[in-house]
């Protein structure tokens, strides 16, 4: 059974502080990860993608990615209000195709 | 990526009742999926929806509860069946786009059973 982990939270930061999200994960072939970010209310909308091991930035976004460890992390710098979310963390494998998902990391901003 | 379009995007269902929830994107894609999200829980994959043949379904879903259609590449349409309480969820179609594993999510559709 795979199984993607993450903290419940809620992660409580102050506004222009960097937020940082882990997800751990148990299925050692798993080969693409993703985060997701999900307002209340509306549905799951993708922010990051990250394939190998190392880091990759897209705007104030930096997704971590350590297959040895089995772990991935998402980064916001200068967080904002707005990010105020639940992200979630999700595995894929090219087999199965489809994505096994955490449940998810609230994120509160403070202004 | 690709736009999806669910319908209902809300309901709200009496027990012992079916649905269908229709799927639509805007471009052929390869892979679809149905998942659910259950009030205050993450994703649980419903079934991998197959052009011109029967559905995967994961495991604790069967086709008899959740029948599900794909007559095309653009679209889908899933049925709750006999509804129960239970069965009050999002109910979510997603698609891969390009290879990858990249999956995007429609808007949702938000059942309420009572």
């Known amino acids: 059974q795979k199984e993607v982990e993450q903290n419940s939270g809620p992660l409580s930061v102050p506004e222009g502080a960097i937020a940082s999200l882990n997800c751990t994960y148990s299925d050692r072939v798993s080969q693409s990860f993703f985060w997701y970010r999900q307002y209340s209310g509306k549905s799951p909308e993708l922010i990051m993608s990250?394939?190998?091991?190392g880091d990759k930035e897209d705007g104030r976004f930096t997704a971590q990615l350590n297959k040895a460890s089995q772990y991935v992390s998402l980064l916001i710098r200068d967080s904002q209000p707005s990010d105020s979310a639940t992200y979630l963390c999700?595995?894929?494998?090219?087999?199965?195709?489809?994505?096994?998902f955490g449940s998810g990391t609230r994120l509160q901003v403070q202004p | 990526s690709a736009v999806i379009s669910q319908k209902p995007s809300r309901d709200i269902c009496q027990r012992g009742t079916s649905l269908t929830i229709q799927c639509q994107v805007d471009?052929?894609?390869?892979?679809m999926f149905w998942y659910r999200q259950q009030p205050g829980q993450s994703l649980t994959l419903i079934a991998t929806?197959?052009?011109?043949?029967?559905?995967?379904?994961e495991s604790g879903f069967v086709i008899d509860k959740f029948p599900i259609s794909r007559p095309n590449l653009t679209f889908s349409t899933l049925t709750v069946s006999n509804m129960s309480p239970e069965d009050s969820s999002i109910y979510l179609c997603?698609?891969?786009?390009?290879?990858?594993?990249?999956?995007?999510f429609g808007e949702g559709s938000w059942l309420t059973v009572v």
């Open positions: 990250i394939y190998s091991n």
């Open positions: 997603s698609v891969e786009v390009n290879s990858g594993n990249t999956i995007y």
């Open positions: 929806a197959n052009q011109g043949s029967e559905a995967t379904y």
């Open positions: 471009s052929q894609v390869t892979m």
């Open positions: 999700a595995v894929g494998d090219t087999g199965r195709r489809a994505l096994t």
